[in-house]
């Protein structure tokens, strides 16, 4: 499926949770990996400001691409964020959405007045 780039060039984005690992099959318990380099996926939540709304994403993320010292309410940089339109049937139900990704979720560097 077609992944779409997302500009954040605009957005202010905030760490909102760091949820752990992203589940494949919920009957087995089967992690999800990426598919290049075999490392587990995490989900992560992020509160994403541009254009004067706010929303909260969820990101799947190569654990990897996660540093330490990351909090809750922590400015933070998203590399390589893409967006991939699903559609899948559910119990005879079709759904359909956006789930996104990144490559890498990164502390921003403290913004220092000047004076």
């Keep these: ?10 957005a202010m984005i905030m760490l909102a949770l760091l949820r752990g690992p992203k589940i494949k099959d919920r ?10 380099t075999g490392a587990t996926m995490m989900l ?18 190569p654990e ?3 540093p330490e010292g990351l909090t809750p309410g922590m400015p933070v940089r998203l590399t390589g964020l893409v967006a991939r339109p699903w559609e899948n049937t559910f119990g005879g139900e079709k759904r359909s959405g956006v789930a996104f990704r990144a490559a ?5 560097a403290p913004v220092t007045a000047k004076g």
């Design 27 to 36: 009957k087995t318990g089967e992690l999800a990996t990426d598919a290049d």
């Design 1 to 10: 499926m077609r992944s779409i780039p997302v500009d954040t060039s605009n």
């Design 44 to 61: 992560v939540d992020v509160t994403f400001i541009a254009d004067g709304a706010a929303e909260v994403l969820s990101l799947s993320v």
């Design 64 to 66: 990897p691409g996660i």
């Design 104 to 108: 890498a979720v990164t502390a921003m």
